[in-house]
Structures are given as C-alpha cells and as structure tokens.
C-alpha cells in the first residue's frame, strides 16, 4: 500500500524532477499467467470448444475433452482468427493504407496479430463437457472465420501480483515553462496556452501483471502522457475519485490519455479530467471487458471511446465529455481500423470541445455491434454508417432513446446490484493434487533459471518509457475534427484496516468490469443478424 495524506499541495506530493518520461509509480509483477498441468505424463489443460458458432453473451461452453476443468479454474480462452475475418470486416483493404499517403505509416491488418485472449473462471461445471464462466463473452467465437476452430482454451494459474493499492497522493512533474504556444486555434476555437515540453514525467501512475488492486484519489497535474495507464497485463483494477489536469506535452499523438484502459476487468469510476486528449481511452486488441463509470471531461481535444484495433467489451456508462466516437478510423495512425467492437455508450452526454463539435459516432463492423443507449448530445450529432473518411464496412450502430436519457439510470449499477443480490463467495479451487503442486513447482524453477513459460497473451509491443508506443504517432488529419495518435501497448481493492468498507470493496473490484455489459440484457445476437430485446 501507497497511501498519502491528501491529493493536493497541502497533502502528500509525489514531485517528478527528472529530464526524462519517466513512470512515477510503476506497479509490476513479472508475469500473468502460466499453463497448469495436472498429471505426470505431461499432458496440459487444453481443449477446443465444439460449438461452432458462441455469441456474445454466452457463458457456456461446450467443450472436446470430459472433466477436464474444475470449479475455480482460471481459464484463457483463445479466440482463433484467420485471413478470411480481416477480409469479412474489411481490414485487409484499408483505402489509401498501402501504398500510404504521404505522411502515413499504414499496414493492412495480418489475422496472426488477433488472436485476442480472455481470461475468464470457471464457476460452474455442467456434465461432463460443458463449463459455465464467470463473465460473459465480450466477442463472438466463429469456426467459420477461425480457420475452422471457433475456440481454444486451457487452464491457467494465476501469477500476477495482488492487493495493490496507491491512494490519496498528488503527482507533479516539473517541467520547462518557456516552451509554450500561445492563442492556438483548433477547429475554430482558441487554446490561450499550449505548454509543449516533453522532457518530464509521461505516466503518473502505470500498472501491469497486477491483478484485485487499486487507485483511489489520486490527482495528477503536468503529466505527459497518462494519470493511470492500465497495461495488458493489467486485470480487476478499479481506478476511483481520480484526477488529471494541466497536462503538459506537444498536442498531437501519443500524448495526453488521461485514463488509459488495457487489459481485462477493469473499472474507471468517478474519474475527471482536464485539457485531455483522449481523456477515457483504450488501446489495441485490448480483451476486456472493461468500464468508465460516470467520468466527466472537460476542454477535450479529441474524442473518447476505443482508439483502434478491435478493443473489445467497452462499457461507457454516465460519461460526461466532447466527442464520442466507436468506428472504423481507417489509416489512421499505422492502420487502425475497426476502433471497437461491443462497444455501450449508456447515457452519456456529450458537448461542445476544443476537439471539435459534440456528437456520437456509433458504427458497427460486419461481423460485431456497438451501441448507444439513452445519448445526448449539446447539438443533437448522433450518426452512424457514415461515409465520411477512412469508414470501410459494415453498419450503422444502434441507437436508442437517442436525446433522451435511458430510464436505466446506470447499465453498469444496474448490473451490479442484479449480480450481488445473489452474490455468494467464489467456491474455492481444488486442492492441487501432489502432481499439480510438482508441476508448479517445477514452473518455478524454470522460472528462476530463465527458461519459464512467457505470458501468451502479451502483445509484444512495449511501450517504451520514453513515449509510450502504445498510442502510436500520427500526423494531424484536417478531415477528422479529432487528430489521432494510437495507443500502442500497451478489485479487491480492500484495505488492510478498511473495517465494514473492505466487503464493499471486494464486491466492487470483483464484480467491476466483468459485470458490464452482458450483453443478452442488451440485445440477442444471432449468426449474421442482429435482434433487439426490450429490457428488464
């Protein structure tokens, strides 16, 4: 635990003074995750799922091999992706992406680049062949477009590190205050003052191979590029009550993502933010899914939503900021593409922005569905299936009670207190069996001489500390009113002494992202088609 006194001058301040981008507070483990194998011949825990076709929202599967996983399993279910799923949602002909316009670095999309993993538990085992998960799919599986298979998965043990928490402090970076713009206009409207230095601190707070940890009200003033940065290895981190103001940096790509979501289960509450960029933001082939619950900004310059690269499994809930945005973003940055798929915007607001006009874009891609539910917009833009830019294929998202707030307040509260009221503690996992504990064993020494089984589900793109490749650079684009850079890499949130609060806690960071959208609440989605469902 990292705990201050406070979030402002006058309590703890955590003041960054080197000349580099450096990470204030860095929480890491070594790995996620690693295969667990159950008996002395060798054999793993993997299995192929035998539907052909599971929706979105399922939470069955059917599975090849009997008796197979136990209740408690941490499983990794791995979504197979081929050439004829990049051509069927058009990323393999991205418009003017190669060769590229001048200025551009732009590549068509490769299947080998988008086997996207979840990690899900086991809470349930139905026969000998079926397994109940958790939390719901966030995206369809598909034999016909996974090269045959429509899913693979296997069990797993957890090796990130837990009970994490940082809280009530101020982070601050010095920084040089003689590089600064003065009156820049941007799509029609004037920034008084852009402080343009960049040899100081990029995230306030980053996290990576954490899993059941924290960050709570925590302010972050001249930081380059995020306040919290969510990685990929980041899972069931609820970030609450947090700040990012006066962010410090060039205005243009890769910079200023105030609350940056990677990962899986992760939940952003009640967060503000400041002169952001992309103020609530993911990046690409993130799993989810993931939350931002009631965040508000303001003076945005670009939009929120996912950045790019099928980030799955969003939930947008009573967000309050600028432009609002799920599409295909085409060539942008490196090829970027389908921004999002499942994507909820749920009674969100959005206004008027250094980042151009208010409005929702809301697109779908031809094999998935984003929605937005109970939207307004200060000057009534709610559009979808537009032909303007980089958009490719696909449809319209679907709107609904567009200008006029859904009487379901929260999506997400909703959920939560639909899922608690039959909360009952996790049943725990089998004691390992003395073959199992060999094996773990024999992990750990692999481990400690270097030779151990690396993470999957790691795309290997580090992002490097000096600027966060993960939101790679793009050049400014007159046509689109929200320049865009891309994001490139990338609980139990209890304390100690936390009395009647802890229970709570645990419930929220348990039960955070992982709640969000089941989707079969939202909608039923069949094979190629689409059919809406009132909701309860």
Same mark, same amino acid.
């Given at each position: ?129 079926? !397994?109940?998960?958790? %939390? ?16 693979? @998965? ?16 101020? !982070? ?14 941007? $799509?029609?409207?004037? !920034? ?14 980053? !996290? ?10 925590? &302010? +972050? ?9 969510? *990685? ?7 970030? @609450? ?29 009640? +967060? ?41 499994? *969003? ?32 009674? +969100? ?21 984003? $929605? +937005? ?24 998202? &679907? $709107? ?11 999506? $997400? ?7 608690? =009221? ?8 089998? *004691? ?8 773990? %064993? ?26 966060? =490749? ?60 689409? *059919? ?5």
């Amino acid at each position: 635990m990292l705990r201050g006194s406070g979030n402002n001058e006058g309590g703890t301040v955590l003041l960054a003074t080197g000349t580099t981008k450096m990470t204030v507070v860095q929480v890491t483990g070594t790995a996620t995750k690693s295969k667990i194998q159950r008996n002395a011949a060798g054999s793993r825990t993997e299995a192929t799922v035998t539907e052909p076709y599971v929706p979105v929202g399922s939470k069955k599967l059917k599975v090849d091999k009997s008796g197979l996983y136990q209740v408690g399993d941490m499983i990794v279910l791995k979504k197979p992706v081929s050439d004829a799923f990049i051509a069927a949602i058009g990323m393999d002909k991205i418009k003017d992406c190669t060769p590229p316009k001048p200025g551009r670095k732009c590549t068509q999309w490769a299947a080998s680049g988008y086997n996207i993993d979840y990690e899900r538990q086991v809470v349930a085992t139905d026969g000998a062949f079926e !397994i109940t998960l958790d %939390a719901p799919l966030v995206d369809s599986l598909d034999a016909g477009v996974g090269g045959g298979v429509s899913g693979t @998965l296997y069990a797993a043990r957890e090796r990130r590190i837990q009970h994490v928490g940082v809280e009530e402090l101020m !982070i601050d970076s010095v920084y040089d205050a003689t590089k600064v713009l003065h009156n820049v206009v941007k $799509y029609g409207k004037t !920034i008084p003052a852009i402080y343009t230095d960049e040899a100081h601190a990029w995230n306030g707070i980053k !996290i990576d191979k954490a899993v059941n940890s924290w960050v709570s009200a925590v &302010s +972050c003033t001249h930081i380059g590029f995020a306040c919290v940065n969510l *990685q990929k290895g980041s899972k069931r981190i609820t970030v @609450l009550d947090s700040t990012s103001r006066e962010p410090v940096s060039v205005l243009t790509g890769g910079r200023r993502y105030p609350f940056n979501g990677d990962g899986q289960l992760n939940l952003f509450t009640r +967060c503000t933010s400041d002169l952001g960029r992309h103020s609530f933001v993911s990046g690409g082939r993130i799993p989810g899914p993931n939350v931002f619950h009631r965040c508000t900004s303001t003076k945005d310059q670009a939009d929120i939503g996912p950045h790019m690269r099928w980030s799955t499994g *969003q939930l947008y809930d009573n967000v309050v900021g600028g432009q609002m945005r799920v599409w295909d973003r085409g060539l942008m940055g490196s090829g970027h593409g389908w921004s999002g798929q499942t994507i909820v915007f749920w009674n +969100c607001e959005s206004k008027e922005s250094l980042g151009g006009s208010a409005g929702f874009t809301v697109d779908s891609p031809a094999l998935g569905a984003n $929605y +937005c539910v109970g939207c307004v917009s200060e000057v009534n833009s709610y559009t979808g299936g537009s032909t303007k830019g980089p958009w490719c294929c696909g449809a319209s998202g &679907s $709107y609904t009670h567009s200008g006029t707030k859904d009487p379901i307040e929260s999506l $997400y509260e909703a959920q939560f207190d639909e899922r608690t =009221a039959h909360f009952a503690p996790a049943q725990p996992a089998a *004691q390992p069996s003395a073959e199992d504990a060999e094996s773990h %064993a024999e992990e750990h020494a692999e481990e400690a001489s270097g030779s151990g089984e690396e993470d999957d589900d790691e795309e290997h793109e580090e992002e490097p500390e000096e600027g966060d =490749a993960a939101h790679e650079e793009e050049p400014e684009d007159e046509e689109d009113e929200a320049d865009e850079d891309a994001p490139a890499d990338d609980g139990m949130n209890s304390k100690p002494d936390d009395g009647g609060k802890r229970a709570a806690a645990i419930l929220l960071s348990n039960h955070s992202a992982a709640r969000f959208g089941r989707a079969e609440r939202l909608l039923t989605l069949e094979h190629g088609a689409i *059919q809406p469902q009132p909701l309860s």
